[in-house]
């Protein structure tokens, strides 16, 4: 089967088509229409900005991703697009222009929820993985800890209490001067330090679970530019800027994996699969493998281009979506809950 995947819940315009087979999905093209340089001056994502872009974006995006498979329209067997959460000005770009492609082709489409997506990320490397297993999904809006049975139920275990990894990076980017999006800087900022910053204490709970708060590293990184106002300025290639980078990074890895361990036990899990933008951070990687490694679970680490989000993920989970009979009536939903 034959389908085109699309994806433009947030700031990528993404197009790709995805070959499902008995062995699991085939990425046979991946577009990404970046709007980083749009976004940047701003330090975070504009959604009318964002909504605008996509509009001038999806034609030639979603004519890529065919062209770069050697396929037209009517080769594909299905369309997946995006139905939420997300911006709703975003998610519209490609939802509407999905819904017109099929209606013009006759052609069978499925809205997808986009962490259905993330978690579906896993599949191109894993199609094999045994479940149950946990899924972390950490982007710029999530970061949640689920029980799947399958590839297409996600059960919520438990999720942050406050801002989300994602944002800790890009925040602690912006206070830097680091550019943006922040991940890939503070990344690539942690890995050239050669010592690290006086570790950030991580934030206890009263009941004394592993849960989960990343707005305290945000006012911890501003407390330590406050006091040395020189680090706003230094740059990638200051050694205390690298050095700080680098205890943010191994703090937050630490935090998201923390859960893991006991949750495995308590829900019987044979896999942990990783997917989201942050999934793409070295040290996550790295941790993450030693960890599946001592618990005896198998690990699912989509590679970088999968983890953020993209058109593959959401074609890859479509293929395994039922058709509804008659989908005209839906629409994009910026609030779309899990089984909705
Ligand atoms: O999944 P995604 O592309 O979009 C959302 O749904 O939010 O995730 C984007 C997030 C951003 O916060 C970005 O800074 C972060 O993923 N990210 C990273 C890395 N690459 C992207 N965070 C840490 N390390 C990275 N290498
Ligand atoms: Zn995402």
């Not at 340089?37 to 999806?58: K, N, S, W």
Request: hydrophobic share 45%; net charge neutral.
């Amino acid at each position: 089967m034959l389908v085109l995947g699309l994806e433009s819940s947030c700031d990528d315009c993404s197009a790709a088509v995805v070959e499902e087979t008995a062995s699991g999905p085939i990425l046979r093209s991946l577009v990404r229409e970046s709007q980083d340089a749009i976004h940047g001056p701003f330090g975070g994502v504009v959604p009318e900005l964002a909504a605008r872009e996509h509009l001038l974006q999806v034609r030639a995006t979603m004519a890529g991703a065919l062209a770069q498979a050697g396929l037209g329209l009517q080769d594909l067997d299905r369309i997946a697009v995006t139905r939420g959460p997300g911006l709703v000005g975003s998610l519209l770009a490609t939802f509407s222009a999905a819904k017109a492609m099929a209606w013009h082709q006759g052609l069978p489409w499925v809205g997808v929820h986009h962490l259905l997506g993330h978690l579906n990320a896993a599949r191109f490397g894993a199609p094999d993985l045994p479940f149950p297993a946990l899924v972390l999904l950490v982007s710029g809006g999530h970061t949640h800890l689920y029980l799947a049975q399958n590839w297409t139920s996600l059960q919520l275990l438990q999720k942050t209490r406050d801002d989300a990894a994602g944002e800790a990076f890009d925040k602690t980017a912006r206070m830097l001067n680091l550019g943006y999006p922040g991940g890939p800087l503070v990344d690539a900022c942690a890995r050239s330090a050669a010592r690290r910053a006086e570790p950030f204490t991580p934030p206890k709970f009263r009941d004394g679970r592993a849960s989960w708060s990343f707005s305290g590293l945000k006012t911890g990184v501003k407390l330590r530019v406050e006091r040395n106002p020189r680090l706003a300025q230094a740059g990638a290639a200051d050694p205390e800027v690298q050095g700080l980078c680098r205890s943010l990074q191994e703090a937050i890895s630490a935090w998201l994996l923390k859960p893991v361990a006991a949750l495995a036990s308590e829900h019987g899990a044979r896999s942990l699969i990783i997917s989201g933008g942050v999934a793409c951070n070295s040290t996550l990687r790295e941790d993450a493998a030693l960890l599946a490694q001592r618990l005896g679970l198998r690990l699912a680490l989509p590679e970088p281009r999968l983890c953020t989000d993209n058109g593959a993920m959401i074609g890859a989970a479509g293929a395994l979506l039922p058709v509804e009979t008659d989908p005209w009536g839906q629409n994009a939903d910026s609030d779309l809950k899990l089984g909705g």
